[in-house]
């Protein structure tokens, strides 16, 4: 609880609080940068040995991270838990990410091909938002080289959709949707299905996210939407990850009631996904 408490404090805004009562954190590391080049989330569930009996489990998520950069860090990780067994170390690991950010940043590899994510809107432009279909962003990083067959029928079909309960707070309404999927055409006619509904056209955000596990090349097609709520897509894909979830679409809708609801806007899409997860 001390590190959890220090770790907020120090890291502020970039220390996300995912399933509290998991354990479950995730912490935005970057290259100290005025304007960031290299940015990277730590995800990590906290077992109950931790520290003394158990490391934390973790995942590393960036676009650009892949290959020998990623088992290089890993491999950095995993050699500070060794070398310091028994004791909190999620400072230690945090702080080790960034010195390889601030290095690749001195250094001349080249900025990140990553497409940029807007800045988060005034909320109280709630009223007049009005949503259109927005196409799958299909970055070739996320797309892991996965290349769909335009005959395959299965795209064809509209997947069966669930919608989970909402969620209310301060007059902002949360409310998740999910739909199996296993094409990346199954995932735009769930969502254009979804926006044909006039409710949830007129919400603020849908905010989404997707895992399609592609058997042949045994690899993940990813990718999510904040749709105007800054990092709350990639929040949605991270709990999806560590849930293990495959061959999944959720949408959070979020209706805004005039106030502000800060931090709290994060753990009710969370929780509102996580719930129909569940379900």
């Not at 220090?6 to 609080?17: K, P, R």
């Not at 007059?171 to 990346?184: C, I, K, M, Y």
Request: charged share 25%; glycine share 6%; aromatic share 8%.
């Amino acid at each position: 609880i001390d590190e959890i408490e220090a770790l907020s404090s120090i890291y502020g805004e970039d220390w996300c609080v995912v399933d509290e009562d998991e354990k479950i954190y995730c912490i935005k590391v970057n290259d100290c940068l005025d304007q960031p080049k290299w940015t990277l989330c730590l995800q990590v569930i906290l077992p109950p040995g931790y520290p003394t009996a158990e490391p934390p489990i973790y995942q590393l998520n960036a676009p650009w991270l892949r290959g020998q950069d990623y088992m290089d860090l890993a491999n950095s990780l995993e050699e500070i838990y060794v070398q310091n067994l028994g004791e909190s170390i999620l400072y230690l690991w945090v702080e080790k990410i960034r010195e390889v950010l601030i290095e690749k940043a001195q250094t001349s590899d080249p900025e990140p091909d990553i497409k940029k994510t807007s800045e988060e809107v005034d909320e109280g432009d709630g009223d007049d938002f009005v949503l259109g279909y927005q196409p799958i962003q299909e970055d070739p990083i996320k797309m892991l080289n996965y290349i769909t067959s335009e005959s395959q029928e299965v795209d064809e079909e509209l997947p069966s959709i669930h919608h989970g309960n909402p969620i209310t707070d301060r007059r902002s309404t949360f409310q998740a949707h999910l739909a199996p999927v296993v094409a990346p055409r199954q995932v735009k006619r769930v969502l254009e299905k979804l926006y044909e509904n006039k409710k949830i056209a007129s919400a603020t955000h849908n905010i989404y996210a997707y895992r399609i596990y592609c058997e042949d090349k045994q690899t993940f097609l990813q990718d999510c939407e904040d749709d105007g709520e800054t990092a709350a897509g990639g929040r949605l894909l991270h709990l999806m990850q560590i849930l293990n979830v495959h061959n999944v679409l959720v949408v959070v809708s979020r209706w805004y009631g005039g106030i502000l609801l800060g931090p709290d806007r994060f753990k009710h899409i969370n929780n509102c996904a996580r719930n129909v997860l569940v379900e």
